[in-house]
T-cell receptor
């Protein structure tokens, strides 16, 4: 039973560039949440996708956008990268509208230089 | 907006000592979850509490959910070096539909 898969594992980008991160949820899960975890901080909620729509959003600018595909996989896009966007980006999957028992992927470590 | 605060930020203990981390929410929660993150790793789900006043145990770990469903604690008895890591609480709100994490408590255990 596959867990949550994220790609790539590491990424280095230059300020101003755009990046796309990918997430495949755990088998049987249909909801994907994205979190940003800066060094030494707790995960910060970016947004959540369910039924291919953004259902909830945290306090992140419009530079952060996402998408969910019919197979429940998801992408996180960040435009006009800033140095402060450097962080571990975590994807978590769950089932339906439940807030219970998220399964996290290993994350994508993004470094903006 | 919904905020979840966790204390202490860091805790250094001698192996065999006990450890407790506390979690407080600005709003009433529908559930609270606890996660452990090892250095360089990702959060791993430990447990979920749903009922007011609920207490759950996992071997040396005891989790409590407050009566008002706004606070929680994690207590580790007789710590071991394998307990090293950062412990996060995450509060779920059925009103907001969001799971919000605390800042975490990083535990160091000296052998």
């Amino acid at each position: 039973d596959a867990g949550v898969t994220q790609s790539p594992t590491h990424l280095i980008k230059t300020r101003g560039q755009q990046v796309t991160l990918r997430c495949s949820p755990k088998s049987g899960h249909d909801t994907v949440s994205w979190y940003q975890q800066a060094l030494g901080q707790g995960p910060q909620f970016i947004f959540q996708y369910y039924e291919e729509e953004e259902r909830q959003r945290g306090n992140f600018p419009d530079r952060f956008s996402g998408h969910q595909f019919p197979n429940y996989s998801s992408e996180l896009n960040v435009n006009a990268l800033l140095l402060g966007d450097s962080a571990l980006y975590l994807c978590a999957s769950s089932l339906g509208r439940d807030l219970y028992g998220y399964t996290f992927g290993s994350g994508t470590r993004l470094t903006v230089v | 907006g919904q905020q979840v605060m966790q204390i202490p930020q860091y805790q250094h203990v001698q192996e065999g000592e006990d450890f407790t981390t506390y979690c407080n929410s600005s709003t009433t929660l529908s559930n609270i979850q606890w996660y452990k993150q090892r250095p360089g790793g990702h959060p791993v789900f430990l447990i979920q509490l749903v009922k007011s006043g609920e207490v759950k145990k996992q071997k040396r770990l005891t989790f409590q959910f407050g009566e008002a469903k706004k606070n929680s604690s994690l207590h580790i008895t007789a710590t071991q070096t394998t307990d090293v890591g950062t412990y996060f609480c995450a509060g779920g709100s059925s009103n907001t539909g969001k799971l919000i994490f605390g800042q975490g408590t990083t535990l160091q255990v000296k052998p």
